[in-house]
């Protein structure tokens, strides 16, 4: 009774007295062969930052509540956490829509939220229940969502995956595009260069993204890289080098990017320069290669929901009350979820062998011995 | 065919309709041709079917597989790779998880080493990592297997490595009949199909029958076929050695050594029933191969056979014939010593016999 009063006296007061929209002047991107880049300032609604807001919460908080659970055991295996980068999930989705395609690497909660999987599902998976996106079968690295084509394990693997998704579009002559995205680590691999060149050839509707979070695992940019300037690897397409903690010009660098690739031009590629606030993996405390004042420095200069939050608040786009409301809300969601993917049962033993073929009839699959014959459904 | 069609101008109908008839019921087409038709049918049942891989295009295929396709299909669908194999294997695959059908040509199988993550990785272990969620209809396909001067790099069998893997179909056709069906099949397969042709099989002519030649003709995948009726001794075989087989079994005869041959078809899944059924009737088996014998699919038709029923009707241990455990050699005596020849499966029977 009390909470819906609230709720009562907090949209009473957004029809007089939040302003419904500003526009925030953003860090100006660096071009590679780019004559323009995207505008020096975004305008943003009251609605979208309220959304963005909800959103970056729900993976910051879903990400933390991921190594509670896994420093209890109930999530094991791989886990790498996206604390931290949030603004380049949120920001990317703004600048497409969800008939575009999008592929990224293992460190793929974030993007499996964003591109439409619930905290619930996402969380069962990690905990390996029947009830996960993959039915338990994947885990951490092996989501999927419609037009999102995972969590990759594979180092660089999934760039020429995804140019292969964007050529389908070109193929098919829909209006869409496929982003792809990488990391500092994986933008050495050779298979990324031989797909931007055939990118480029072929014209594919692909946004090349490498986010630049500082550190492949446990080296640095500087040990891996004989250049760290990301966004001109791609020598031939252009680049542009974003604050990949401020969504707002991460939303409109996608939507240049995204103006570029529809136009036909072919592919381009943006840095988001970003940072991650666990480490590589819950395996690597992440303090052994850099120091905790170059994380708390990046967490109190930097952090992309604090930048959001502080945005609209000096605006009047939002009060702290309903801030907080959104933070009590997204709490519950993930304790909920959480609860859920504990108290779910494993995956049953006749899920053991199925999904190895597509629409197939049922088939005899060999067990560890010759007497156990097990059975494979479609 | 020159005669035919002045004939067909004549405007002698009915009886044109009586010639043509009498004449169309077996042709000759050798397996080279039968890819090529196979795939050209294929592209034009299915729009989102489309080839690529280097020189497929313009040069009409590095083997001339796909000649005339670039011609009739266009950029689009016929596609022209730089030589980066890891880079189009993995736009080939992504392209299948969006939708489309892609058959990505290897230009010999040895290159597919450079893709295999893709191939295993990406392609295989998709459908069973998302639950169902993500299916992955590619072919993979191109020459496998020894072929003749190549020497070392250029001459390796990969039927056992692809064939390890679930996930994956792997399929070695043998004749023109094979090619056709099976590379129809693999087409219209939801899965990903590894599809190892033989360069020496390429030019060799198979008469098929009009039934064959139906443009929904196909072989199921996973099912062997028993080319020859035997009662003394199975010979199971894949690819090439299919061929060696019949020779052996042709000259056997003559000694009055009746050979039963099983053609495998597919490589995964193994139809080991068929095999069963043939040793369970014979007593006896000789696999046969052009790969290395660690680890290869004979090893694993034996071991199978060990595990089954088939085992207590065994008369002789199951022995296998295969490629010699090095790298391929380049000089002709050499390398014509480094692959499973006629002699050696005679010879092979007569030890299992005990002749």
């Known amino acids: 009774c009390r909470h819906e009063a609230a709720s009562v006296v907090v949209s009473s007061r957004s029809y007089a007295d939040f302003t419904p929209e500003a526009t925030f002047d953003i860090k100006k991107v660096d071009l590679h062969r780019l004559e323009e880049g995207p505008p020096l300032t975004s305008t943003l609604t009251r609605e979208d930052g309220l959304k963005y807001y909800r959103t970056m919460q729900t993976i910051r908080r879903m990400e933390l509540k991921a190594d509670q659970l896994y420093k209890q055991k109930i999530i094991r295996g791989f886990c790498h956490l996206y604390d931290g980068q949030e603004a380049c999930a949120v920001g990317i989705e703004g600048g497409i829509t969800l008939s575009d395609h999008l592929i990224t690497a293992y460190r793929a909660h974030g993007y499996t939220l964003t591109r439409g999987g619930t905290v619930r599902e996402i969380m069962a998976e990690l905990t390996g229940r029947r009830e996960g996106i993959a039915k338990g079968k994947g885990g951490s690295m092996h989501m999927y969502t419609k037009n999102f084509y995972g969590g990759n394990g594979i180092v660089g693997a999934q760039v020429p995956l995804g140019a292969g998704v964007a050529l389908a579009c070109k193929y098919l002559g829909t209006d869409q595009l496929c982003v792809s995205l990488y990391g500092d680590g994986a933008a050495n691999q050779g298979q990324i260069f031989e797909t931007y060149n055939m990118a480029s050839l072929w014209k594919l509707p692909i946004i090349f993204i490498c986010e630049n979070n500082q550190y492949g695992m446990g080296t640095s940019v500087e040990r891996a890289s004989a250049s760290t300037e990301y966004y001109k690897r791609g020598d031939f397409i252009p680049g542009l080098r974003v604050d990949g903690m401020d969504v707002l010009c991460v939303r409109e660098a996608t939507k240049f990017a995204a103006d570029h690739c529809r136009s036909g031009k072919g592919p381009i590629l943006m840095e988001l320069q970003t940072y991650r606030y666990h480490g590589h993996s819950m395996s690597d405390p992440g303090v052994s290669y850099r120091t905790r004042e170059e994380i708390q420095e990046v967490r109190s200069k930097s952090d992309p929901i604090s930048m959001l939050k502080d945005r609209m608040l000096s605006n009047n786009m939002a009060s702290v009350e309903e801030l907080k409301e959104i933070d009590i809300e997204v709490r519950k969601e993930i304790e909920d979820a959480a609860q859920f993917a504990t108290t779910d049962p494993e995956p049953p033993l006749d899920d053991l062998c199925s999904h190895i073929y597509a629409n197939e009839k049922s088939f005899e699959v060999r067990g560890a011995t010759p007497w156990t014959k097990l059975t494979s459904h479609s | ?355």
């Open chain 2, 1 to 355: 065919m020159a005669s035919l069609r002045s004939f067909l101008r004549s405007g002698k109908t009915f009886v044109i309709l009586f010639v043509v008839t009498s004449c169309a019921s077996v042709f000759q087409v050798n397996v080279r041709d039968a890819l090529n038709q196979a795939m050209d049918e294929e592209l034009e049942r299915d729009e989102r079917v489309f080839l690529l891989g280097e020189e497929v295009a313009q040069y009409d295929g590095a083997y001339k597989v796909s000649r005339g396709l670039w011609k009739k299909y266009g950029d689009k669908r016929i596609i022209d790779t730089p030589i980066t194999e890891m880079g189009f294997a993995g736009i080939a695959v992504g392209a299948a998880f969006a939708g489309l059908r892609p058959i990505c040509e290897f230009m010999t199988w040895n290159f597919s080493m450079q893709a295999i993550d893709q191939v295993i990785n990406s392609a295989a272990k998709t459908y069973y990592m998302s639950a169902g969620f993500q299916t992955v209809p590619i072919v993979f396909r191109g020459p496998n297997g020894s072929s003749a001067g190549v020497a070392a790099q250029h001459s390796q069998c990969f039927a056992a490595w692809y064939g390890h893997c679930p996930g994956l179909k792997v399929v070695s056709p043998w004749n023109s009949e094979d090619a056709r069906g099976l590379l129809k099949a693999a087409i219209r397969d939801d899965n990903p199909v590894v599809f190892l042709e033989n360069e020496m099989m390429y030019g060799v002519p198979f008469e098929l029958s009009e039934e064959m030649m139906h443009k929904d003709f196909v072989i199921p995948i996973g099912k062997a076929k028993v080319e020859r009726q035997g009662t003394h001794i199975t010979l199971v075989s894949h690819s090439r050695c299919v061929g060696f087989c019949l020779d052996a079994a042709a000259v056997l005869a003559k000694e009055g050594v009746e050979c039963e041959v099983v053609n495998l078809r597919t490589i995964r899944p193994l139809d080991v029933d068929t095999i069963e059924a043939s040793v369970m009737k014979t007593g006896n088996l000789v696999t046969v191969e052009g790969g290395w014998p660690q680890y290869g699919v004979g090893a694993e038709i034996c071991a199978r056979i060990m595990e089954g029923p088939a085992f207590n009707y065994l008369d002789a241990p199951a022995v296998r014939v295969t490629g010699v455990d090095i790298p391929m050699p380049y000089a002709k005596i050499l390398e014509d010593h480094s692959v499973p020849q006629i002699k050696d499966i005679i010879f092979s029977v007569k030890k299992v016999l005990n002749m």
